[in-house]
């Protein structure tokens, strides 16, 4: 990642190759768990979608705001993140396990982490609004459905549900063209919406979600809508 930040002109390919170390690094972990249920080589294809997007989009997103020494600064910085986000999916390996639950709050976490630095550069590199719809639903697409994949639903509809918050996104994103939101509050604005949905969704799976659920989704939707509000008015 070190590299990939300080070599100039940017060198791509080593960012995808630090992705797909990312993942095979994972691969290696997690199948090393003593709970672990790997036999077959694509048995941990979900587990790897997320480090290798975060990878992708941290390094994309420092790689537009670093620049000169701090870079390596930035790319050291990432490793204590990866570390944990490699330890929580360790964890989730065995649902059993009582951290569990934790281990799969470090994994949201970093799904949304992921998916800000995502957002950010897709409105940074100005790709085009049916690209910038279209980068924006898969990225949505793939977060989530590793953030659905705690509920434990078969491939199919678990593919099916994440497909309409992809959809959802994409359409937001297409709708901001029309708003005068850019770079990093849109990309908030996404996340917001990512947010809701995702977590309406996985509620309504786990069969959670009650008016109690459905209002502090509703809470948090109008104090972030009011927070990118506020930020666009102030700049």
Same mark, same amino acid.
């Given at each position: ?6 070599? +100039?002109?940017?060198? @791509? ?21 003593? %709970? /672990? ?15 290798? &997007? &975060?990878?992708?989009?941290?390094? *994309?997103? *420092?790689?537009? #705001? #670093? ?9 050291? $910085?990432?490793?204590?993140?990866? $570390? ?9 390996v065995d ?15 970093? $799904?949304?982490?992921?998916?800000? %630095? ?5 409105? +940074? ?17 793939? *977060? /989530?459905?590793?953030?659905?994949? +705690?509920? +434990?639903?078969?491939?199919? @509809?678990?593919?099916?549900? /994440?497909?309409?918050?992809?959809t959802v ?5 297409? !709708? ?17 919406c990512l ?5 309406? #969704? ?9 008016? @109690? ?8 939707? #109008? ?9 666009? $008015? %102030? !700049?």
């Amino acid at each position: 990642m070190a590299f990939y930040l300080a070599i +100039e002109p940017t060198q @791509p390919w080593l960012l995808l190759l630090v992705a797909g170390l990312a993942a095979l690094g994972t691969d290696g972990v997690l199948r090393s768990h003593p %709970a /672990s249920p790997f036999t077959r080589p694509d048995d941990t294809v979900a587990f790897l979608i997320l480090p290798a &997007l &975060l990878t992708l989009g941290g390094g *994309l997103f *420092l790689e537009d #705001v #670093v620049s000169g020494y701090w870079s390596l600064g930035a790319a050291f $910085a990432t490793v204590p993140l990866f $570390a944990a986000l490699l330890y929580g999916q360790y964890l989730s390996v065995d649902a059993r396990s009582p951290a569990y639950t934790p281990a799969r709050l470090v994994a949201n976490v970093a $799904a949304y982490v992921a998916a800000f %630095a995502f957002f950010s550069v897709v409105y +940074e590199f100005e790709v085009g609004l049916l690209a910038t719809a279209f980068c924006v639903g898969l990225v949505s697409l793939l *977060l /989530s459905l590793e953030m659905l994949r +705690e509920v +434990e639903l078969e491939l199919r @509809p678990t593919l099916l549900y /994440s497909m309409a918050i992809a959809t959802v996104l994409a359409q937001v994103t297409w !709708s901001l063209h029309f708003l005068p939101l850019e770079s990093f509050l849109a990309a908030a604005f996404l996340l917001l919406c990512l947010y809701v949905a995702t977590g309406v #969704v996985q509620n309504h799976l786990l069969r959670q979600l009650d008016l @109690p659920t459905a209002a502090e989704f509703a809470a948090v939707a #109008v104090v972030g809508l009011a927070i990118v509000v506020i930020a666009h $008015a %102030a !700049s």
